[in-house]
């Protein structure tokens, strides 16, 4: 059972295109973090939401943490080429020490 | 400032050997983080190394060890190699160990088990 669950796993749409991407837990995260990762490449930080609420723009991706925590969303508006790759949804969880979770990841492609 | 770099980059064993996986984080980096990613499962965490003690280890078989040495460069092993260890393993490297450092991830080594 993944404490993270992402939807959809894939998606494959076409250039201008606008997409959502979810990311959902029935945990409560003091944040949750939004990575990218490329072919041959290991994933890197994007944004972290941190706050209920909260909205993040990244020139044309927009992150939003849930009122309560458990639930983020990433959304994509004019979808390029050059935003294809695997997204991944991410929260630290205390067991023992500190470790990072990751969701299953999102995986998207954008056809010219 | 030099990235998370791994090696070897890609890796061809068959069952029953060993292997040794290289991580050298950024400079002034004291935490590695190992992770493996599979499309099944996803990116998995399996341990963390600070300052040469491990601080957290995931939920796999002591067959996957690792090691932190004084420069921050860490490896890790994985013993009696099993088809289903094919994988990409990532390193992450943090300057403290917690939540509220960023992650910098290298670029992997990929393990093929044959």
């Known amino acids: 059972t993944q404490l993270l669950e992402q939807s959809p796993q894939f998606l494959s749409i076409q250039e201008g295109e606008n997409l959502t991407v979810y990311c959902n837990s029935s945990?409560?995260?003091?944040?949750l973090q939004w990575y990218r990762q490329e072919p041959g490449e290991g994933p890197v930080l994007l944004v972290t939401?941190?706050?209920?609420?909260e909205v993040k723009k990244l020139k044309r991706l927009t992150f939003q943490f849930g009122d309560a925590r458990k639930d983020s969303s990433l959304h994509i508006t004019a979808a390029q080429p050059g935003d294809t790759g695997l997204y991944l949804c991410a929260g630290w969880v205390l067991q023992g020490a500190q470790k990072l979770v990751f969701g299953q990841g999102t995986r998207l492609t954008i056809n010219p | 400032k030099a990235g998370v770099t791994q090696t070897p980059r890609y890796l061809i064993k068959t069952r029953g050997q060993q292997v040794t996986l290289s991580c050298s984080p950024i400079?002034?980096?004291?935490?590695v983080s190992w992770y493996q990613q599979t499309p099944g499962q996803g990116l998995q965490f399996l341990f963390e190394y600070f300052s040469e003690t491990q601080r957290n280890k995931g939920n796999f078989p002591g067959r996957f060890s690792g090691r932190q040495f004084s420069n921050s460069r860490s490896e890790m092993n994985v013993s009696t190699l099993e088809l289903g260890d094919s994988a990409l393993y990532l390193c992450?490297?943090?300057?403290?160990?917690?939540?509220?450092?960023?992650?910098?991830f290298g670029p992997g080594t990929r393990l093929l088990v044959l």
């Open positions: 992450a490297s943090s300057y403290y160990s917690g939540r509220s450092e960023t992650q910098y």
């Open positions: 400079s002034g980096h004291r935490s």
């Open positions: 945990s409560v995260f003091s944040s």
């Open positions: 939401v941190v706050t209920g609420g």
